[in-house]
């Protein structure tokens, strides 16, 4: 299926507050490093296509930043994503996380890495089960979300449910952040069963303009253009790649703001 692209604007909303966070918040980024190191930890993080670094350090800075007063985490698996959400919550000394997830083994995980990395786990709240049955009841009745954060099952189905259900109750300037999912669809790995086209054709079905969302995939492909604050976002957290990476640095990473 052939779709036209959403049309483009001048800037973009979502480089906009990456570069005021870089700015703010880039003295930061070093803190992140052992919390990364920790993803090499079989023990803790058994899954291997984890969040990347690059992506690790946009995520932590867009909260810094945006000082979210609700995060809302469908499928936090082990808690690394979870772990760069809560140190720019705790950072803040503001906000909340709800983390939904049917894998309580997962959390369980994640609650040891969390001690093991001295990262309070207080501003979290786990939601055990399917989120398609558990997250109208857990979700506080009349809050909006402040971010969305998805990284569950990438079927085109489960992407249809979270579009029409979980994406409205962002606010409105609020922040979608979907995993695993590049432009025009084209799958980043083996995992993609349609959920990254269906958001393609849910930005282009909402005539979405280029300034309000940005893929991280792409930014890291034309860094060396993009403005010098940017340049700083580096693509390992140490010399060594293999370090806090365990070999998989795609950057599929997809940012929205809700309008």
């Known amino acids: 299926m052939t779709l036209p692209a959403p049309a483009p604007r001048a800037a973009n909303g979502v480089e906009a507050l990456l570069v005021e966070g870089v700015e703010r918040f880039g003295g930061e980024l070093g803190g992140l490093r052992e919390w990364a190191r920790l993803r090499n930890e079989q023990r803790l993080f058994p899954a291997k296509g984890m969040y990347d670094w690059l992506e690790s350090q946009v995520l932590y800075l867009l909260l810094r930043l945006t000082r979210p007063s609700l995060v809302v985490e469908i499928s936090p698996s082990s808690g690394y994503s979870s772990g760069f959400i809560l140190l720019a919550l705790n950072r803040n000394a503001h906000g909340r996380l709800l983390s939904f997830d049917v894998d309580t083994?997962?959390?369980r995980r994640a609650r040891l890495a969390f001690a093991e990395a001295g990262i309070d786990p207080s501003r979290r709240r786990f939601v055990a089960g399917d989120a398609r049955s558990t997250a109208a009841a857990a979700l506080p009745a009349g809050e909006s979300v402040d971010v969305l954060f998805m990284d569950a099952e990438h079927s085109s189905s489960f992407a249809s449910w979270y579009l029409e259900t979980l994406v409205p109750r962002v606010r409105p300037g609020g922040l979608v952040q979907v995993h695993d999912?590049?432009?025009?669809?084209?799958?980043?790995?083996?995992?993609?069963?349609?959920?990254?086209?269906?958001?393609?054709?849910?930005?282009?079905?909402?005539?979405?303009?280029?300034?309000?969302?940005?893929?991280?995939?792409?930014?890291?492909r034309t860094q060396p253009v993009r403005p010098v604050l940017l340049r700083r976002l580096t693509r390992y957290p140490f010399d060594d790649p293999r370090l806090g990476t365990d070999g998989v640095e795609q950057s599929p990473s997809l940012w929205i703001i809700r309008r």
């Open 181 to 220: 999912v590049l432009r025009y669809g084209v799958k980043p790995q083996v995992v993609d069963e349609g959920e990254g086209e269906a958001v393609w054709e849910y930005l282009v079905r909402n005539g979405t303009p280029e300034s309000d969302f940005l893929y991280v995939a792409e930014l890291v």
């Open 105 to 107: 083994d997962g959390d």
